[in-house]
């Protein structure tokens, strides 16, 4: 959305510079209180209201979850996960709001090849700048939360922006501000792991004796936080991340492999040049004229 | 609600039976979040399903559906064996200690006085025992043995918990844990609240699952304090208003009621609406009933209401039947009967049961008119649709007029929520196109059938021609004139008796209160329990104080709570006989010793002697009714009865099919069908993600739940061969639906009186107009009968049977 601006970023995507950054914010959080949401969708439908997005009108395939999964267009979603607690044999209904967890070392950010298409502002929150999008989806394998998808319609990825223009005039994100149980409270870091520190006590109170915060270091934290009742089994969540990291991949991609590949293009230029000096300009035959006129016809 | 949305945060225990407030009420649902976060409160779910309430509960137990009374009873069985009874709250406050006349009797399920033929009870031995001057009989030891309290007793021995697991299918153990902590609320310091809706109204006994709870509740002390009460969550924003308005058949505003054709006279429609006190010194505050009708008609019918001709009684209908409700509406227009009807803000092909019976009698009108502002199935219902409405247009000749409204932000007006409060609204946006206010239409219809009337006459135009219209615009009477016709004004002077230089109400004043109305034609009500709403003072609906004293929750300058900005009834009984508060922690009202005051406006006379005046002013006892007499037409106890359409017979019961009183039209007895054709209990429900059938037309929420389907168990798709997400059949005995399935660990078959009983649960918001997937509406289900007492339709329980297709038409 990039409505905050260049002295807001902390970090961009593919570049060496640092940003100015010379306006420090304050560290903000939404913190997200499982045990309190009824997945009545308010956020969902927030989201698309207010991000003025439009997703399609799907089908039921045996699940309360519309739709299936995140899209480009759906940029949170509610999964619903039925549990039966071994310990009680009762059944839970485990509802997890699902969407970007704005984590304080974006995968997403390191893994994107792309000068300036993924910024950090120093708030936390981790922003897609579509214009600088290439659409090469490397933000998902970045991700260790799965989160950004690539848009259909103009090949860009997208995903939640924790309303980044509402937060940047003193406002709430639009699921926060819809939903009618407070189980989304937004506010700084501090006063999020506070709340939820309260949260976990009340929790604890009801027999939940593992109640916890979910704020993974694995990703130096994140400023979309969960409360959980059962923070040693994060994965009964619709498959929430044990201990998320940022996968070794990006790390060797941007650094051996990055190197390596640089070196590979290089020689790739002088080889080319070669050619050309040695066997001569590539000729179009009529053949490929053929060719390409009749995969043109198809398309079309 | 007797108390009020903000009130639940309270409570200790929140009871949510007969509803899905999480589901339903997702606003209002915050307030049980408040209760939890701020008083540790503890929130139990009672369902068929595992809902999305049971999903934040901290206790769930299974219960089939129809079975509420079994279960409620049970409770107050454990509540008297286990002595969890606020004994000081009902030997003050309910008629425990009243004497019951002699044979007066139950047995085998029915109550003395029943005439199958009639499928209906002579009463008249369902009354107290009167004495000599003229009081009801009471022993205030509760030795006697026909004494309200040892016949309740009796009566709830039935329902152990053993009994309670055989009906219910609800585990004993899961029964016992529910009930004890129900239980402990019998505490002085402890408060219940119930939170209640379709769950239990849509039954064929759905009135006598309601007064199970209000009973428990009054034996547990919870009713009158501070997060207790009986809570309706009414389902639509303006329900409440509805029928506070009187939108009903058999009511006029204020809940004061139409007379019957054997009340010729305004003596003879009185003597049975006097309500002489039934115990000295009693409030009966419907003693009041002849201010509020006259000055009713005084607003209806202005100078034409004169003392002469009765202030117009007889321009009132009188009914022939006990109500034209709307099964019966139907059921007319089915018999050829009714020939055109307005169908204002509703959707009766979707809404209302039977929809095949519902299509063929709207086939048979001669003109419809459907006011809405969206296209709605009513107003299509002729239109052919494939196999989601399959009709021939060509052999309907019913002509339809379809008249576009405005929605609710579109125009001004109030609102009366669940809470009782009147709130005031402004538009928000100009209203598309051609759409025009309800107010509009109703005038300019009106207006003509007034001219037609006073050009051509008539048998009887007088009610029509003689309709008060003092509105500024004839053709456009604005919403404040009318809420000040129905907060209600001073018609001619009434001078003070003690001073006849000074008058105590002047003509052409708005009336502060109801308080001051009287029944010699000085004063003009539209709705008595409105007055207040529009005052010399203002428009009280528009008020927006969020002042709140002692952070009880009352919000007393928010908008305005009838009666009389009351935000919590009977609260006379938050406090001992004394007039003590029973818990200080939650103290309401309290008495000083020469008057009462406190948070709330006190429901009986600010000087009224705590030891003398009980709380329960409507009731001519002055107390509650454990024991209703003979106002409710299956019986002064509730009684467990199956649905029309149950998996097992009645085990306390086995003769008795459904509820004994529930009027049945002829044809559709025959359309029940039994267990051995459709094994399966079926219940219908609302979902989040929509309202009704408005937000289907909503882009956004057919996202969110794009596609009709059913919910089965896992146990149930494994017997049947149904995979989720497949396309199944289920059919009853009026209808068959294609549908998705949903199959679910939160639906389990239960045990009932030794049978496995599987639930199929049928969801009701799609129909074959709007932006979601086209779908059947449950209603091609449901069986046609309604409450015994107020005819709202049995969609809570009935038999399907179900089977895996291949796939169907989208």
Known sequence: MATLQSQDIVRRSATTFTPPAARHQIKVAKLIDVSKCIGCKACQAACLEWNNLREDVGVNVGQYQNPHDLTANSWTLMRFTEWVNPETDNLEWLIRKDGCMHCEDPGCLKACPSPGAIVQYSNGIVDFVSENCIGCGYCIKGCPFNIPRISKADSK??????????????????????????????????AMLEHAAGRVTDLKSRGYKNAGIYDPPGVGGTH????????????????????????????????????????????????????????????????DEENAKKLKDAAE | MTNGWNDIKNTDLVVIMGGNAAEAHPCGFKWVTEAKAHRGAKLVVVDPRFTRSAAVADYYAPIRQGTDIAFLMGVINYCIQNEKVQWDYVKAFTNASYIVK??????????????????????????????????????????????????????????????????????????????????????????????????????????????????????????????????????????????????????????????????????????????????????????????????????????AATKDNDFAYDYLPKLDVPAYDVLRAFDLMHQGKMNGYFCQGFNPLLSFPNKRKLTAALSKLKFLVVFDPLETETARFWENHGEFNDVNPASIQTEVFQLPTTCFAEDEGSLTNSSRWIQWHW???????????????????????????????????????????????????????????????????????????????????????????????????GCWIYAGIYTEAGNMMARRGTADPGDTGAYSQWAFSWPANRRILYNRASADINGKPWDESRKLIWWNGTNWGGFDIPDIAPTAKPQDVGPFIMNPEGVSRLFT????????????????????????????????????????????????????????????????????????????????????????????????????????????????????????????????????????????TGAAKKGFGANMLTPFVGDANIETPEYKAFLVDVEPIAGAQV
């Open chain 1, 157 to 190: 990825a997208y995903k939640c922006t924790l309303c980044v223009d509402r937060v940047s005039v003193g406002q709430a994100p639009a699921c926060a501000k819809s939903c009618p149980t407070q189980a989304i409270v937004f506010g700084t870091k501090e």
């Open chain 1, 224 to 287: 979309v936080m969960y409360v959980l009742h059962h923070a040693d089994k994060p994965q009964i969540y619709a498959s929430l991340p044990n201990n998320p990291a940022i996968s070794p991949i990006v790390g060797l991609w941007k650094g051996t492999v990055k190197y390596a590949g640089m070196a590979a293009l290089g020689l790739m230029a002088v080889f080319g040049f070669m050619h050309h000096v040695v066997a001569g300009p590539n000729e179009v035959t009529e053949e």
């Open chain 2, 102 to 303: 002699e044979g007066f009797e139950y047995s085998d399920g029915l109550f003395t006085g029943y005439d199958e033929s009639r499928r209906d009870y002579n009463r008249s031995t369902w009354d107290y025992e009167f004495g000599a001057d003229g009081f009801a009989v009471v022993d205030e030891t509760l030795q006697n043995p026909r004494c309200v309290w040892n016949l309740l007793k009796k009566h709830v021995a039935t329902y152990t918990p053993e009994m309670v697991e055989r009906i219910c299918g609800t585990p004993k153990d899961k029964f016992v844990a529910v009930a004890k902590m129900i239980a402990e609320t019998s505490a002085k310091d402890k408060v219940m609240t119930s939170m209640y809706a379709l769950g239990w109204t849509q039954h064929s006994k759905g009135s006598q699952n309601i007064r199970g709870m209000a009973m428990l509740q009054l034996i547990l002390g919870n009713i009158g304090v501070r997060g207790g009460g009986m809570n309706a969550l009414r389902g639509h924003s303006n329900i409440q208003g509805l029928t506070d308005i009187g939108l009903m058949s058999n009511l006029i505003p204020g809940y004061l009621t139409l007379p019957t054709e054997r009340e010729a006279d305004i003596n003879a429609y009185m003597s049975t609406r006097g309500f002489r006190p039934q115990r000295p010194g009693q409030m009966s505050f419907w003693q009041n009933y002849k201010k509020f009708f006259v000055s009713f008609q005084k607003s209806m019918w202005g100078a």
């Open chain 2, 427 to 525: 538009p928000a946006a100009e209203p598309p196109g051609e759409a025009k206010t309800d107010i509009w239409i109703m005038a300019q219809l009106h207006l003509k059938l007034k001219a037609m009337y006073r050009k051509d006459g008539g048998k009887f135009p007088d009610p029509i021609v003689n309709l008060h219209w003092p509105y500024r615009l004839p053709n456009d009477p604005q919403p404040e004139e009318i809420a000040r016709e129905l907060n209600g004004y001073v018609v001619e002077n009434v001078p003070d008796p003690n001073d006849a230089t000074k008058l105590v109400l002047e003509r052409g004043k708005q009336i502060p209160t109801f308080g001051v109305l009287r029944d010699d034609g000085s004063t003009a009500c």
């Open chain 2, 629 to 768: 007499r003979g106002m409710m037409r299956d019986g002064p106890f509730p009684v467990h009865y199956e649905p029309f359409e149950s998996p097992i017979a009645n085990p306390i019961a086995p003769k008795v099919r459904g509820n004994p009183v529930a009027r049945v039209f002829r044809g559709d007895m025959e359309q029940f069908g039994d267990s051995k054709e459709f094994p399966y209990a079926a219940t219908s429900y609302r979902l989040t993600e929509h309202f009704h059938f408005w937000t289907k037309h909503v882009w956004v929420n057919a996202v969110l739940q794009p596609e009709f389907f059913v919910e089965i168990s896992e146990e149930l798709a494994k017997e049947k061969k149904i995979a989720s997400g497949g396309w199944v059949r289920v059919w009853s005995k009026r209808g068959s639906v294609k549908a998705k399935a949903v199959v679910t660990k939160r639906i389990r078959p239960l045990v009932c009186d030794g049978k496995t009983v599987h639930i199929v649960g049928i969801p009701i918001h799609w129909g074959f």
